[in-house]
């Protein structure tokens, strides 16, 4: 099993562009996450999705989307690209029950310059 | 509002000696806490682990306390190892959400001087 994959790793983005940062497992996890971490910060959760379909709303929303058509993928993605966005991005994900050990992809690097 | 809080941004020890490493929550809907292991350039990896009906768990070198009247809980590496030198996120969740929403602290940098 490869894990859960992101691409890319490393991204250099101009103000008002935008991207879809890719997240794959393959594990058949049904709970997927994306969070974000700036430098000397925690990881804060963007959105989450508990199955196909299905996504909803974490604490940093705001300037993102995502979709979860089928089981393995989680995209996110950035309309328009703001300096605020500059972060490390990483994608997780987990089998069943809340307690379950979520994995983490290796993380996206991204500047908004 | 910052509801996970690691206050040391930075810890060193020596090799062998014991690593502490302090977390504080203030939400009391948290009731399932772990820690979190980062390497640079990777993503985090899952340490351990501790439910609030325990006070301890311990798992080899690592051993997590869990102070629930202070909302504290703390990681104990015994021996520390050079091999240990990451960042350490400490997390929590309310587990009755079904959601496995985490929210960690800022983590704190564990340097381990051989």
């Known amino acids: 099993n490869a894990g859960v994959t992101q691409t890319p790793k490393f991204r250099i983005l101009k103000i008002g562009q935008s991207m879809t940062l890719q997240c794959t497992q393959d594990m058949n996890h049904n709970y997927m996450y994306w969070y974000r971490q700036d430098p000397g910060m925690g990881l804060k959760l963007i959105y989450y999705?508990?199955?196909?379909?299905?996504?909803d709303k974490g604490e940093v929303p705001n300037g993102y989307n995502v979709s979860r058509s089928t089981t393995e993928d989680f995209p996110l993605r950035l309309e328009l690209a703001a300096p605020s966005q500059t972060s490390v991005y990483f994608c997780a994900s987990r089998y069943g029950p809340s307690t379950d050990t979520q994995y983490f992809g290796p993380g996206t690097r991204l500047t908004v310059l | 509002d910052q509801q996970v809080k690691q206050n040391s941004p930075s810890l060193s020890v020596q090799e062998g000696r014991i690593s502490i490493l302090n977390c504080d929550y203030t939400?009391?809907?948290?009731?399932?806490f772990l820690w979190y292991k980062k390497y640079p350039a990777e993503g985090p990896t899952f340490l351990i682990s501790i439910s609030s009906i325990k006070d301890k768990n311990e798992d080899g070198r690592f051993t997590v306390f869990l102070n629930k009247s202070a909302k504290h809980l703390s990681l104990h590496i015994v021996p520390s190892q050079p091999g240990d030198s990451a960042v350490y996120f400490c997390?929590?969740?309310?587990?009755?959400?079904?959601?496995?929403?985490?929210?960690f602290g800022q983590g704190t940098t564990l340097q381990v001087k051989p």
């Open positions: 999705s508990v199955g196909a379909g299905i996504t």
């Open positions: 939400n009391s809907m948290f009731d399932y």
């Open positions: 997390a929590a969740m309310d587990g009755s959400s079904n959601t496995g929403k985490l929210i």
